[in-house]
């Protein structure tokens, strides 16, 4: 791929030495390439690329060249993972610019790459306007090189699709692109590959925000099989996504033990990617929140009790270890806030009073520090009323007076203070890291939303719903555009 000979193919005796040099430095780009998608060797990668940097410019006489701008490509991407985002755009646009030198006139896929990585750049950083022209140029390119069935093609496709449904709310355009990115993969892999079960991800939520059930179902459906079925490494969080979203179909519909099945799944998914990564994640406790749910209405209540704890555990440790920096610690005192009461109400229920009402008193703590003590906000809030009137009664079910619970008020508002008084800091790391939307997975997604906790009018404990947005699509995209093109390259220089 590096070479400039004339395509007749030598045997390994025939090799000189110039030749040996440009097998070892597409062998050495490739291996970076598959660097790039452990985010612990980043830095590995980094200088795998800068050395076939130093072989191609010398080999070549100078950076104009294919092969030098793959390079570019390759560097970018780090940066791009690592969220630095001014870096990547430079290495974008120095691969672009020798791309244009080359091909100047020419619709050429390697072209297309690096406006697609400058698209990615553009939307990260909030740039809409920019990240549309980028995402089209790319496409109308490669509908002129390399046509429909092409895997550039359908990464572009995809990530026009995840902007179009984040940005733009463009729901039925969406659809139209995840449905093509849909088509050609599966023309071109198959179907059990986890990039069709990505784009039948993101065609699933869209139907979703148009309140397309059926369709809906049907995508997550298809998205579930073909991640379960690909064989591919890291697809924990996508498939546990797609399993919460099936839960919540299944428990809207009363199918108790489908639901539970899916969400049980979700927790093994999710348990096994937070082994890796070390530390608890948000969706984890949401999964385990959802099981407690149906676990609950099926009167299965000591496995409610166990799933409720496990979330409260989860939410408690990310409070405490400021691991989670995806959702303010305001989002989390909220969720723990839920997770206590509807643990406390099951306590209630197995006629324990001590341990509700120490769980009723954690769920007011994180109220009280979430509305800043502000009394004329907590009384407006319909859970906080509702706590405070059972914690009343337990008071006088466990023989506690007034005055011992007005001290203890005192206490909690206290702690509400200190719990505010440290959380400022906490949100205005939140906020820069909140800056820099996730990209290349990272990417997550993202704009790896919140769990959100739907409201019903007589219960607190509901189906905290998966992640709404598919920024981890647009990543896995992003990395096939990087190997594919990278291909490509080698095969047509």
């Avoid at 049980?264 to 929140?289: F, Q, S, V, Y």
């Avoid at 209405?297 to 400021?322: F, Q, S, V």
């Amino acid at each position: 791929g590096d070479g400039d000979g004339d395509g007749e193919y030598k045997s390994v005796n025939e090799l000189g030495e110039n030749d040996l040099l440009v097998l070892r430095a597409a062998a050495l780009a490739g291996l970076a390439a598959s660097l790039v998608e452990n985010p612990h060797r980043l830095e590995q990668a980094r200088a795998t690329y800068l050395e076939v940097l130093k072989m191609r410019i010398t080999m070549h006489g100078g950076e104009t060249h294919p092969g030098v701008a793959e390079v570019y490509n390759g560097i970018a991407l780090i940066n791009y993972n690592e969220q630095k985002l001014a870096q990547a755009m430079q290495m974008y646009k120095m691969a672009y610019a020798i791309e244009i030198a080359l091909f100047p006139s020419v619709a050429h896929p390697q072209t297309a790459l690096s406006l697609n990585g400058m698209a990615s750049v553009y939307d990260s950083r909030g740039d809409d306007e920019e990240a549309f022209e980028m995402y089209s140029s790319a496409l109308e390119m490669l509908w002129q090189s390399v046509r429909f069935r092409h895997p550039l093609t359908a990464a572009v496709e995809n990530n026009l699709a995840i902007f179009l449904l984040n940005k733009r709310g463009s729901y039925a355009e969406a659809i139209s692109h995840f449905k093509l990115a849909a088509d050609a993969r599966e023309g071109i892999f198959g179907f059990r590959h986890v990039l069709v079960g990505e784009s039948h991800r993101g065609l699933a939520l869209a139907y979703e925000k148009l309140k397309d059930k059926k369709n809906s179902e049907k995508s997550y459906m298809r998205a579930k099989v073909s991640l379960e079925k690909c064989g591919a490494a890291n697809v924990e969080e996508s498939l546990a996504n797609v399993c919460c979203k099936l839960g919540t179909i299944n428990f809207l519909r009363q199918e108790a033990m489908q639901a539970l099945e899916n969400f049980k799944r979700a927790i093994d998914l999710n348990e096994k990617l937070d082994k890796t990564l070390g530390h608890p994640r948000l969706e984890t406790a949401a999964a385990h929140n959802n099981a407690a749910l149906v676990c609950k209405k099926t009167n299965k209540r000591d496995h409610a009790l166990e799933h409720y704890t496990k979330a409260k555990d989860i939410l408690m440790e990310l409070m405490a270890g400021n691991v989670d920096k995806v959702h303010s610690e305001t989002e989390l005192r909220e969720d723990i806030a839920v997770t206590c009461t509807n643990l406390a109400k099951l306590y209630e229920h197995e006629n324990l009073p001590e341990q509700a009402r120490e769980n009723y008193l954690l769920a007011q703590e994180m109220y009280i520090a979430n509305n800043n003590q502000d009394h004329r906000q907590l009384a407006s809030n319909d859970r906080y009323q509702k706590l405070v009137t059972t914690l009343q009664h337990l008071n006088k079910v466990l023989g506690l007076d007034e005055e011992k619970s007005m001290d203890e008020k005192g206490e909690e508002e206290r702690v509400g203070d200190e719990t505010r008084s440290e959380s400022g800091e906490g949100e205005t790391i939140a906020e820069e890291h909140q800056v820099i939307d996730k990209i290349v997975k990272e990417i997550v997604d993202e704009e790896v939303d919140h769990a959100q906790i739907p409201n019903e009018q007589e219960e607190v404990d509901d189906i905290m719903e998966a992640d709404d947005e598919v920024d981890p699509i647009k990543e896995v995209a992003h990395k096939e555009m990087e190997e594919v093109a990278q291909e490509e390259c080698k095969e047509e220089v």
